[in-house]
């Protein structure tokens, strides 16, 4: 039943964002993609859970559908899907880490989410499908069946990444600042000191110029704006696409996500109209399934 459901969903077409061109033939094909993860290291499954803790990618072979991506770099990825008792953990693939500009379909990495607590695989699927039809700013979602050194190692719902090439697609833009609501970004005043914001949110672009002041200026118009509150967050911020995704995840009871517990969320600084970008990220716990 789960086999004919999968088919049925793909088939529906919802997955198809018409702005996007990278990865297009990837999450555009109604068919539970195949990808296989070789390696040629002995004890490769110990270095995983090594390289886990000091977030480093480990060298390995990928094969997406056939087609060879080699000398990529895998690492195990999540909190509560990695801590899960299963040896099914969720992984993040990188074909460009070791091998500069080497992609697939124009996309450089993939995240492969174990779905430990959805036994169904399509609460995320579901909600990511609903956002991008709605226009809401999120990564596009498809299944895969993952090998590990020729052992099948079950399905596994893919998921886009959120770097430059998902910027340039959706907005067009890839220069600004993007910023990571984790581990705790609740967008809450703690002052106009950066270093007190560092260790709340992550910086994903723009790393060596390490310039936070955009954020902390959002922060500070979000708290501190006593007269005339929706004017001046609407200088700073696209407030109808951002109201939308709150909207999705009360809709959804995404509960595990800023409204819930006040992370899960990309924020990009757009350099060409000057405002932020509330991007959806990480609703695996959709349908009331965070408590």
């Given at each position: 039943?789960?086999?004919?459901?999968?088919?049925?969903?793909?088939?529906?077409?919802?997955?198809?964002?018409?702005?996007?061109?990278?990865?297009?033939?990837?999450?555009?094909?109604?068919?539970?993609?195949?990808?296989?993860?070789?390696?040629?290291?002995?004890?490769?499954?110990?270095?995983?859970?090594?390289?886990?803790?000091?977030?480093?990618?480990?060298?390995?072979?990928?094969?997406?559908?056939?087609?060879?991506?080699?000398?990529?770099?895998?690492?195990?990825?999540?909190?509560?899907?990695?801590?899960?008792?299963?040896?099914?953990?969720?992984?993040?693939?990188?074909?460009?880490?070791?091998?500069?500009?080497?992609?697939?379909?124009?996309?450089?990495?993939?995240?492969?989410?174990?779905?430990?607590?959805?036994?169904?695989?399509?609460?995320?699927?579901?909600?990511?499908?609903?956002?991008?039809?709605?226009?809401?700013?999120?990564?596009?979602?498809?299944?895969?069946?993952?090998?590990?050194?020729?052992?099948?190692?079950?399905?596994?719902?893919?998921?886009?990444?959120?770097?430059?090439?998902?910027?340039?697609?959706?907005?067009?833009?890839?220069?600004?600042?993007?910023?990571?609501?984790?581990?705790?970004?609740?967008?809450?005043?703690?002052?106009?000191?950066?270093?007190?914001?560092?260790?709340?949110?992550?910086?994903?672009?723009?790393?060596?110029?390490?310039?936070?002041?955009?954020?902390?200026?959002?922060?500070?118009?979000?708290?501190?704006?006593?007269?005339?509150?929706?004017?001046?967050?609407?200088?700073?911020?696209h407030i109808t696409p951002f109201l939308k995704a709150w909207a999705a995840s009360n809709m959804f009871a995404n509960l595990d996500s800023y409204i819930g517990s006040g992370h899960n969320y990309y924020v990009y600084h757009d350099s060409i109209t000057n405002k932020f970008n509330w991007i959806t990220w990480d609703?695996?716990?959709?349908?009331?399934?965070?408590?």
């Open positions: 039943m789960k086999k004919i459901l999968l088919s049925v969903f793909l088939n529906l077409g919802l997955f198809a964002n018409s702005q996007n061109t990278k990865g297009d033939v990837f999450f555009g094909a109604a068919i539970v993609h195949t990808i296989d993860i070789n390696f040629t290291q002995t004890g490769y499954w110990d270095s995983l859970v090594a390289n886990y803790i000091t977030d480093v990618y480990m060298k390995c072979n990928i094969v997406v559908d056939g087609s060879t991506l080699t000398t990529s770099g895998v690492k195990f990825k999540g909190n509560s899907s990695y801590n899960n008792p299963s040896v099914k953990k969720s992984f993040k693939l990188d074909f460009n880490e070791y091998v500069n500009g080497q992609d697939y379909d124009g996309l450089k990495k993939l995240n492969l989410n174990n779905g430990f607590k959805d036994p169904t695989f399509m609460r995320e699927k579901i909600m990511l499908d609903f956002l991008i039809r709605a226009g809401i700013p999120a990564p596009r979602c498809t299944y895969a069946r993952v090998n590990l050194n020729g052992t099948y190692w079950g399905l596994y719902v893919v998921v886009e990444e959120i770097d430059k090439d998902f910027l340039d697609d959706e907005f067009s833009d890839d220069k600004g600042n993007l910023f990571k609501g984790d581990p705790s970004g609740d967008l809450k005043w703690l002052g106009s000191s950066v270093s007190t914001y560092t260790t709340k949110y992550e910086l994903k672009t723009n790393e060596t110029a390490n310039n936070w002041t955009d954020l902390v200026y959002l922060i500070d118009k979000i708290n501190n704006s006593p007269v005339g509150f929706q004017d001046s967050l609407n200088k700073i911020l609703v695996n716990e959709a349908f009331g399934n965070f408590t």
